[in-house]
């Protein structure tokens, strides 16, 4: 297929179904930080199938149509998570048939030298009602393309975070397994288990799945505002600004006006920020 920003636009990304079962759930829980510790009942209720809670971020691997960017011709291997933002309608059903209608919204092109990003919208609902589960908007980066034109209308971009001191801060210890656990829920990518796949795609070391550090955000979100796990999400979006890597911790920077919360996520031990320009609405 010739690479361009019109045939990226018109690529037909399959539908996929999927029936979310209390594993799976339970499964997401624990690679996204609840659980943690093992005594803690208030989120035991997330990953305990009497009574089951599914986390609010449960959405975003679910009903995933794949890797289909590898069928539109670009290099697949340079290709990273750039941006996602989660709207949530109603927290997942447990044992109904899902479906993910997904479409591309746009093309930027930076450049021959400088790649581009692909935007495209997934719209999950149950199969038999069309009652709406989540909207999700992803953005990747294509570091190895460009040149080709642009196309399409972008997402409005995120606000950048308030320019003072945060009103809470929470620390994520990051265990040294997580990616081994969270590719179980189905993004199977080596990039972020094999090393000499990380070293074809210009990394020192397996790098964190982007949705893993967005699930432990949203996890941190709820648990400092309500140690009582008890408030929701109704949305969650930010921007990867920079890898993670298994084992580090994020200090996540939280700014809260009334039901909306921005955030960051910060890197302490390398001074670097990994989550940026974050917004979450409470539910």
Same mark, same amino acid.
């Given at each position: 297929?010739?690479?361009?920003?019109?045939?990226?636009? +018109?690529?037909?990304? =399959?539908? !996929? &179904?999927? /029936?979310? $079962?209390?594993?799976?759930?339970?499964?997401?829980?624990?690679?996204?930080?609840?659980?943690?510790?093992?005594?803690?009942?208030?989120?035991?209720?997330?990953?305990?199938?009497?009574?089951?809670?599914?986390?609010?971020?449960?959405?975003?691997?679910?009903?995933?149509?794949?890797?289909?960017?590898?069928?539109?011709?670009?290099?697949?291997?340079?290709?990273?998570?750039?941006?996602?933002?989660?709207?949530?309608?109603?927290?997942?059903?447990?044992?109904?048939?899902?479906?993910?209608?997904?479409?591309?919204?746009?093309?930027?092109?930076?450049?021959?030298?400088?790649?581009?990003?692909?935007?495209?919208?997934?719209?999950?609902?149950?199969? +038999?009602?069309?009652? =709406?589960? !989540? &909207?999700? /908007?992803? $953005?990747?980066?294509?570091?190895?393309?460009?040149?080709?034109?642009?196309?399409?209308?972008?997402?409005?971009?995120?606000?950048?975070?308030?320019?003072?001191?945060?009103?809470?801060?929470?620390?994520?210890?990051?265990?040294?397994?997580?990616?081994?656990?969270?590719?179980?829920?189905?993004?199977?990518?080596?990039?972020?288990?094999?090393?000499?796949?990380?070293?074809?795609?210009?990394?020192?070391?397996?790098?964190?799945?982007?949705?893993?550090?967005?699930?432990?955000?949203?996890?941190?979100?709820?648990?400092?505002?309500?140690?009582?796990?008890?408030?929701?999400?109704?949305?969650?979006?930010?921007?990867?600004?920079?890898?993670?890597?298994?084992?580090?911790?994020?200090?996540?920077?939280?700014?809260?006006?009334?039901?909306?919360?921005?955030?960051?996520?910060?890197?302490?031990?390398?001074?670097?920020?990994?989550?940026?320009?974050?917004?979450?609405?409470?539910?």
């Amino acid at each position: 297929m010739t690479l361009s920003a019109q045939s990226i636009l +018109d690529f037909p990304v =399959p539908q !996929a &179904t999927h /029936v979310v $079962t209390a594993r799976d759930a339970i499964l997401y829980a624990l690679s996204v930080g609840y659980g943690t510790n093992a005594l803690d009942e208030r989120a035991l209720n997330y990953v305990y199938e009497r009574d089951l809670v599914t986390a609010p971020t449960l959405a975003n691997i679910v009903a995933h149509p794949g890797p289909w960017m590898q069928q539109t011709g670009v290099d697949w291997a340079r290709l990273v998570h750039s941006e996602h933002r989660l709207t949530i309608h109603r927290p997942v059903p447990l044992d109904v048939p899902l479906i993910s209608r997904s479409r591309v919204l746009s093309v930027v092109d930076r450049g021959i030298e400088k790649g581009m990003f692909v935007s495209f919208e997934r719209l999950i609902v149950t199969k +038999d009602g069309d009652e =709406p589960i !989540a &909207t999700i /908007v992803q $953005t990747n980066a294509c570091r190895g393309d460009g040149g080709c034109g642009s196309a399409g209308s972008a997402p409005d971009p995120l606000s950048k975070v308030p320019d003072r001191e945060p009103d809470l801060e929470f620390h994520l210890g990051i265990p040294g397994n997580a990616a081994l656990l969270y590719r179980l829920n189905g993004d199977l990518n080596p990039l972020h288990i094999d090393p000499q796949a990380a070293g074809r795609s210009g990394f020192d070391r397996p790098i964190l799945h982007g949705l893993c550090s967005f699930g432990y955000a949203g996890y941190a979100i709820v648990a400092a505002i309500d140690p009582g796990m008890t408030v929701g999400l109704r949305a969650i979006a930010a921007r990867f600004s920079a890898p993670i890597f298994p084992g580090e911790t994020i200090t996540l920077q939280m700014w809260r006006n009334d039901a909306e919360i921005r955030f960051r996520g910060i890197v302490a031990s390398r001074g670097t920020i990994i989550l940026d320009n974050g917004m979450a609405r409470l539910s």
